[in-house]
């Protein structure tokens, strides 16, 4: 009998692990991500999944933080033996100017690892490409998703001008990071000097 109980357990352990695996595995990205940075009670948000090497950039914005503030965030999927796993997340916010036509975060020269990354939302539904220029020669374009954009940018390089762009191509608003950007609150974590040194 002692032995019939232990095979059962045994089989109900191998089972349970089994199907938390395959769980696992089946997972998205943008699963995991929210998995790992739940949104808070009633609130409701809107995702973007960009590539990010061997792994995927997931792009978060609430729909419904407390009124006159915003929370847009990140997550980095990467993929292993059991399936898509967090491997760095964080967010930004404040407070919202609706007149603001976007919000950029870029990370800086400081921050590890050995990437670039860049991400934000946009207010404006003409803006339809995003287009960015790094010191080292790089250009990455990315396509809006749910007001949502995100690039990621290896090896790591002072991010020299970035803009947004309408369905014909043509630049609605630009930033170019060798400039003062008169502290834009709209924009966070801009390192102007490293930009100024890197980028020709």
Known sequence: MKILQLCFIF?????????????????TPQQV??????????EQRVYATK???????????????P????????????KGALGWESSEGGSAGGTADNTKPLYLYISSQNTPPNRNLVYGMVNDPRVQTVVA??????TIQDEIENGLFGIVAE???ALCRIDFRDARL??????????????????????????????Q
Not at 34 to 41: E, G, H, L, S
Request: aromatic share 10%.
């Open 51 to 65: 590539p990010a090497g061997n792994g995927a950039l997931v792009v978060l914005r609430a729909l419904n933080p």
């Open 133 to 138: 220029q790094f010191a080292n020669g790089q």
């Open 11 to 27: 089989a109900f352990s191998v089972l349970f692990v089994g199907c938390g695996v395959i769980g696992m595995q089946s997972m």
């Open 155 to 157: 090896p790591k390089s």
């Open 33 to 42: 991500v929210a998995r790992a940075n739940p949104p808070n009670a009633g």
């Open 170 to 199: 043509q630049n609605l608003y630009g930033y170019d990071f060798t400039q003062a950007l008169d502290d834009d609150p709209a924009i966070f974590g801009a390192d102007t000097d490293w930009a100024k040194k890197e980028c």
């Open 67 to 78: 009124a006159g503030e915003f929370l847009l965030g990140y997550g980095i999927a990467t």
